[in-house]
């Protein structure tokens, strides 16, 4: 089993590392940096630490018409997926059909964000309402700027990531 092991450089609450197979790779973390995985909680911008299982990838299909490359299980985004974030509703922290009558991520997104979204067990077995939702490792942001509790990678990254990773893989969001 592979864990890539994200964590903070010490630069800024959210800029860090994410280390795997003698690699090292920069990365985003929560804006308000990173919290124990039983503290986060919805909306608070951290990344919670833990060792959280890789589940699946996402993958935009216009982008990536045949997939991505990896032995994970991927699934196509269509353009009416989301992903519950709204605590109190039963699909918390699950995908869903949008429109969704409670709060939902869109997760077919006009920036490349979500082009592919390494779906992480975190809160989802089963998820607790409030605990955290959504927390992925996607595709970063320009100057990578900190995220919403995600670890994003730089797109080329996240495809090397793919490209090593197999089922029972998981991502460590640790501290230090």
Not at 156 to 169: I, R, S, T, W
């Amino acid at each position: 089993m592979t864990i890539f092991r994200a964590r903070p450089d010490g630069s800024s609450p959210w800029d860090g590392q994410i280390d795997w197979d003698g690699t090292s790779k920069r990365c985003a973390l929560g804006k308000a940096g990173v919290i124990a995985g039983a503290d986060k909680r919805e909306g608070d911008n951290r990344s919670p630490t833990g060792v959280w299982p890789i589940r699946y990838v996402l993958y935009r299909p216009d982008v990536y018409p045949n997939g991505p490359t990896t032995a994970l299980e991927t699934k196509p985004i269509a353009a009416d997926d989301g992903w519950c974030d709204a605590p109190g509703d039963p699909a918390y922290n699950r995908p869903v059909k949008l429109p969704y009558p409670a709060s939902a991520e869109r997760l077919w997104r006009d920036d490349p964000v979500y082009d592919l979204v390494v779906v992480l067990g975190h809160n989802d077995d089963p998820p607790v309402s409030g605990l955290g939702s959504a927390i992925f490792l996607h595709l970063a942001r320009d100057g990578y700027p900190g995220t919403e509790g995600c670890v994003a990678l730089a797109r080329e990254d996240v495809e090397a990531l793919l490209a090593a990773a197999k089922p029972g893989d998981a991502v460590e969001i640790a501290a230090d």
